[in-house]
């Protein structure tokens, strides 16, 4: 699958984290293993999550705030009562239904 070009170097790393996983789980030998996963960790993983972490837990905090502080409150001034109530069977309705394979 072709990833946006702003998520390309996070989808890159990984492949990294990947393997290192596959090497734990082969592994016959506990010291080796042990050596790689922190090779891997020290080099790249340790990075990699910390920047997952401050980027992608900072949007998705800043978007779950506006959601609730603004569009929400947008929404409840905007709509009647019986308006609000189709909203919320509408979304009852689109969270009973199991997601597509695609999505």
Sequence with gaps: MKRAE???????????AL???KKLR????????????????WEHGQ????????V??????D???F????????????MGAEDLERLAAAIERAEATPPSAGA
Excluded at 26 to 41: H, K, M
Excluded at 56 to 61: F, S, W
Excluded at 67 to 78: G, S, T, V
């Design 63 to 65: 978007h779950v705030r």
């Design 19 to 21: 393997l290192a996983a």
């Design 26 to 41: 082969e592994a016959s030998d506990l010291e080796e293993a042990t050596r790689s996963f922190l090779e891997f960790w």
């Design 6 to 16: 702003a998520l390309r170097p996070l989808s890159r790393e990984h492949l990294g």
């Design 47 to 54: 990075r990699h999550f910390r920047v997952e972490e401050e």
């Design 67 to 78: 959601e609730e502080r603004e569009l929400f409150p947008l929404i409840e001034d905007a």
């Design 56 to 61: 992608l837990g900072t949007l998705l905090h």
